[in-house]
């Protein structure tokens, strides 16, 4: 099976407008493998302030007009405007690693975070708060509780610092990063920003190379049985 590898960060304006692509790839047929890149981590915390405000709004409204990704007032009129609220990626992140090892639902929490950030206006670095997307997505609260403990700070930094390898080692510039990765593990990186919008067109474009992958050639049969070629 193909695999798309995703270099994202739920804290990324960018990876929110490019979501809807993300889970098109998921429902063609690739495997989808992520990995948080950690934008908003350690040194590079920030919390909202009005420049910041100033500064994200215009990005994330050509976001919008390119992706189709609403932005919520929650957000623009809420969390924008909430001065001190934390902007860390380590908690979301750790919370994604928590509900993929829950049951493979890393890509559903990934979604789930960013549009509780740029529709809901929540604080996603706050654990309360990703306790309470969890439950929202069926996880059992104590098994996530659990599963989040333990991949918080070290598992999540080792996370952090295994995605940014790969986002050296594939040429990626920032975030997001698609790769494709083929069965015989060499890298297509692809352009996604020429996709945004056109879920559908994307979804069909990984179809095409996983039949191409897999040397997929239509069978002819006749009444004694089908032949390949």
């Known amino acids: 099976m193909l695999k798309l590898h995703y270099i994202f960060d739920p804290l990324c304006g960018w990876c929110y407008g490019?979501?809807?692509?993300?889970?098109?790839?998921?429902?063609?047929?690739?495997?989808?493998?992520l990995h948080g890149g950690g934008m908003l981590a350690g040194?590079?915390?920030?919390?909202?302030?009005?420049?910041?405000?100033?500064?994200?709004?215009?990005?994330?409204?050509?976001?919008?007009?390119?992706?189709?990704?609403?932005?919520?007032?929650?957000?623009?009129?809420?969390?924008?405007?909430?001065?001190?609220?934390?902007?860390?990626?380590?908690?979301?992140?750790?919370?994604?690693?928590?509900?993929e090892e829950l049951g493979g639902q890393?890509?559903?929490?990934?979604?789930?975070?960013?549009?509780?950030?740029?529709?809901?206006?929540?604080?996603?670095?706050?654990p309360a708060v990703l306790q309470r997307l969890a439950i929202e997505l069926g996880?059992?609260?104590?098994?996530?509780?659990?599963?989040?403990?333990?991949?918080?700070g070290e598992a999540t930094l080792r996370h952090f610092a295994e995605s940014r390898d790969l986002l050296a080692r594939v040429g990626g510039q920032g975030f997001p990063t698609v790769v494709l990765e083929?069965?015989?593990?060499?890298?297509?990186?692809?352009d996604i920003g020429v996709w945004l919008?056109?879920?559908?067109?994307?979804?069909?474009?990984?179809?095409?190379?996983?039949?191409?992958s897999e040397g997929h050639v239509s069978p002819h049969c006749g009444p004694d049985g089908c032949r390949i070629g």
């Not at 992140?93 to 509900?99: C, F, N, R, S, V």
């Not at 890509?107 to 604080?123: E, F, K, P, T």
Request: hydrophobic residues 45%; proline residues 4%.
């Open 18 to 33: 490019a979501a809807p692509l993300i889970d098109a790839a998921a429902g063609s047929g690739v495997q989808v493998v």
């Open 43 to 99: 040194a590079n915390r920030r919390s909202i302030t009005a420049q910041w405000r100033d500064y994200v709004m215009p990005h994330d409204q050509r976001i919008a007009s390119l992706s189709g990704q609403a932005f919520g007032t929650g957000y623009y009129d809420g969390l924008l405007r909430d001065i001190g609220a934390p902007l860390d990626s380590a908690p979301p992140t750790t919370a994604i690693l928590a509900a």
């Open 139 to 152: 996880l059992d609260a104590g098994a996530f509780a659990a599963a989040y403990a333990r991949l918080a």
């Open 106 to 126: 890393g890509l559903a929490m990934a979604h789930r975070v960013q549009h509780a950030h740029y529709v809901d206006g929540w604080r996603i670095a706050e």
């Open 197 to 212: 919008g056109r879920a559908q067109e994307f979804a069909g474009m990984l179809r095409q190379e996983l039949r191409e």
């Open 182 to 190: 083929a069965l015989d593990g060499s890298f297509m990186r692809i």
